[in-house]
């Protein structure tokens, strides 16, 4: 595998499941993040890591949690969502947070329905 | 917080064309990059700018950093069907913590 991938592609889950989002980048990178796209708006950061740890929540609701055991993996663990929670989460990752060029590489996304 | 306007909204465009899409910004800012998104797909990096007034080109793309730091701007010449597809310019702000600002994109529709 390069770059960064993500598993699922796709996801139709009823509002009471739980299900995880996996993030799994194969560039070396430090820092990895977790995006939201809407239809019609901008994207919207969730969630940033920086050597594994937390350095951004962007007021995300807490029945998203994001979990990061490595700098390689990424997971956003759902339960409880709502149908407005529908949409292209997309994963990211650089080469670090601050201080230099941080090019950010996306992977291809999870398609998620609430039903 | 340091917003991004990006312009125009959508274009329909006849294979052949050039095109010109830019950013801009009420603040400063220090890395503006611009990334293509295919439908069902992520954005893939297109160009990467670093210093005031650079200009770099990809291929049939040219992409400059504009000299105030303010704006940007990005050309594709000689369109192809291929070019569809959604656009976004993204910058770093003077805060340096890392995060990129994203411009709403602009949406590329190429007529053969």
């Known amino acids: 595998e390069t770059g960064v991938t993500q598993t699922p592609r796709h996801l139709v889950m009823g509002m009471t499941n739980k299900k995880s989002l996996k993030c799994e980048q194969h560039?070396?990178?430090?820092?990895m993040y977790w995006y939201k796209q809407s239809a019609k708006k901008p994207l919207e950061l969730m969630f940033v890591?920086?050597?594994?740890?937390?350095?951004e929540n962007n007021s995300v609701p807490s029945r998203f949690s994001p979990e990061c055991p490595n700098s390689s993996h990424l997971f956003l663990h759902l339960h409880t969502l709502q149908p407005e929670d529908s949409a292209l989460y997309l994963c990211?990752?650089?080469?670090?947070?601050?201080?230099?060029?941080?090019?950010?590489?996306f992977g291809p996304g999870t398609r998620l329905t609430v039903l | 917080g340091q917003q991004l306007n990006q312009s125009p909204q959508s274009m329909f465009i006849q294979e052949g064309e050039d095109v010109s899409m830019n950013c801009t910004s009420s603040?400063?800012?220090?890395?503006w990059l611009w990334y293509k998104q295919d439908p069902g797909e992520g954005p893939v990096l297109l160009i990467a700018?670093?210093?005031?007034?650079e200009l770099t080109s990809n291929g049939r793309l040219t992409a400059q950093f504009g000299i105030t730091r303010k704006d940007s701007f990005l050309n594709i010449s000689a369109s192809i069907p291929s070019d569809v597809g959604i656009y976004f310019c993204?910058?770093?702000?003077?805060?340096?913590?890392?995060?990129?600002?994203f411009g709403q994109g602009t949406t590329l529709q190429v007529k053969p």
């Open positions: 990211a990752s650089s080469h670090q947070l601050a201080g230099g060029p941080n090019e950010q590489f």
């Open positions: 560039l070396g990178h430090n820092a």
């Open positions: 890591y920086n050597f594994k740890e937390q350095t």
């Open positions: 603040s400063i800012f220090n890395t």
């Open positions: 700018l670093y210093k005031a007034g």
């Open positions: 993204a910058g770093h702000g003077s805060s340096n913590t890392g995060k990129l600002i």
